[in-house]
């Protein structure tokens, strides 16, 4: 099954306790996003979402998630009422990526997929401030993954 990008995200913000003090803002909700498609192709070999993600100045962006919590601007994003349920073997990768990126800070979490080839292919020659909606191949994101991260991730 194919999910939609908008649940995944409600799903993420909602691991976030913010009455502790733990938070999450749109920049790294959107890396968390990219990290557990990614993840999901290469473990489960399959898309974890429909729709696309592109190549932002910021890093990736699922446009249809970025249009639902805009007007957060940079501020924390609150949790939400929607209960989502995944298959076990997504909800197990979701908790993964979860467990490895959940408390790193969101520009690391940029600075990280600034180094990666399907965010880098997707730009081409544009400065990183400049604007883009090139999409980011899913193909080049699976292939870039499996190549550089398949062993740990199987491991």
Same mark, same amino acid.
């Given at each position: 099954?194919?999910?939609? &990008?908008?649940?995944?995200? +409600?799903?993420?913000?909602? @691991?976030?306790?913010?009455?502790?003090?733990?938070?999450?803002?749109? !920049?790294?909700?959107?890396?968390? !996003?990219?990290?557990?498609?990614?993840?999901?192709?290469?473990?489960?070999?399959?898309? !974890?979402?429909? %729709? +696309?993600? %592109?190549?932002?100045?910021?890093?990736?962006?699922?446009? %249809?998630?970025?249009?639902?919590?805009?007007?957060?601007?940079?501020?924390?994003?609150?949790?939400?009422? %929607?209960?989502?349920?995944?298959?076990?073997?997504?909800?197990?990768?979701?908790?993964?990526?979860?467990?490895?990126?959940?408390?790193?800070?969101?520009?690391?979490?940029?600075?990280?997929?600034? @180094?990666?080839?399907?965010?880098?292919? &997707?730009?081409?020659?544009?400065?990183?401030?400049?604007?883009?909606? +090139?999409?980011?191949?899913? @193909?080049?994101?699976?292939?870039?993954? +499996?190549?550089?991260?398949?062993?740990?991730?199987?491991?």
């Amino acid at each position: 099954m194919i999910y939609k &990008a908008i649940d995944v995200a +409600n799903w993420f913000i909602n @691991q976030f306790d913010k009455e502790s003090g733990d938070v999450i803002t749109h !920049l790294k909700l959107q890396k968390l !996003l990219y990290f557990s498609e990614a993840w999901c192709q290469v473990l489960l070999d399959r898309e !974890l979402f429909s %729709e +696309n993600m %592109e190549a932002w100045s910021h890093g990736p962006v699922v446009r %249809e998630v970025f249009s639902q919590f805009k007007s957060f601007g940079w501020n924390p994003l609150d949790a939400t009422d %929607e209960v989502i349920e995944f298959d076990s073997e997504v909800k197990d990768v979701l908790l993964q990526v979860m467990e490895t990126y959940g408390n790193v800070s969101a520009k690391t979490l940029e600075h990280l997929t600034h @180094q990666d080839i399907p965010w880098n292919e &997707a730009r081409g020659d544009l400065s990183p401030e400049v604007k883009c909606s +090139n999409r980011i191949s899913k @193909q080049s994101l699976k292939s870039f993954f +499996n190549e550089k991260y398949g062993d740990k991730l199987y491991g």
